[in-house]
């Protein structure tokens, strides 16, 4: 009977630390693309797609809960802040019911932005988010952070990204051919 007390509590005691490890925070994985580096969580899936000459894509959804991520679309040239948000904001519209706050002034990381705060929804879906635009040299940013609860819009998994994202000018090395 002692013996099997034992066993039992070590085997307890065994599975208790296996599963206290396993549920450890996973390292932030860094991504690199086009210019443009930030870490994010590695529970996050992430897709990057060229949209176009000087046009680039990138696409985070967390693996648990699509609806939570975060959008990266950039040009290697300047563009207007405000007709980049509402072209964003119109594009939502044409699937959803969407609601919008006024234009704001502030930061995304260390970049001066415009940003837009909104609230999409379509039958019983809601979604809530802030679309963001700010220039890094010569390129425009559009930043999309968006879930289905507001107050995520604020969890660390979105502070890391933002405070880790940077942006570099493009490498442009032109050759004199005589």
């Keep these: 009977m002692n013996k099997l007390l034992n066993t039992t509590l070590t085997v307890t005691i065994l599975l208790t630390a296996l ?5 450890k925070k996973q390292p932030d994985k860094e991504l690199s693309y086009e210019g443009v580096y930030f870490t994010y969580p590695s529970y996050w899936d992430v897709e990057t797609e060229q949209l176009d000459e000087d046009v ?3 696409s985070c959804t967390e693996k648990f809960s699509k609806s939570t991520i975060f959008l990266v679309q ?4 300047e563009r ?3 007709e980049l948000i509402e072209s964003y904001l119109e594009t939502l519209e044409e699937s959803f019911s969407v609601e919008k ?5 502030g930061k995304f990381g260390g970049y001066d932005c415009l940003y837009v705060k909104y609230k999409m929804e379509r039958f019983r879906e809601k979604a809530y988010g802030i679309v963001y635009v ?5 390129k425009s940013i559009l930043a999309v952070k968006q879930s289905k609860r507001d107050y995520e819009l604020k969890h660390e998994k979105y502070n890391n990204i933002e405070k880790s994202f940077r942006a570099s000018e493009p490498d442009v090395s032109e050759t004199a051919t005589e």
């Excluded at 706050?101 to 002034?105: A, G, H, I, S």
């Excluded at 700010?134 to 010569?138: P, R, T, Y």
């Design 80 to 82: 207007d802040g405000e």
């Design 134 to 138: 700010f220039s890094a040299g010569e």
């Design 74 to 77: 950039f040009a290697l040239y």
């Design 56 to 58: 680039f894509y990138i």
């Design 19 to 23: 599963l206290a490890s396993s549920c």
């Design 101 to 105: 706050e006024p234009l704001k002034y």
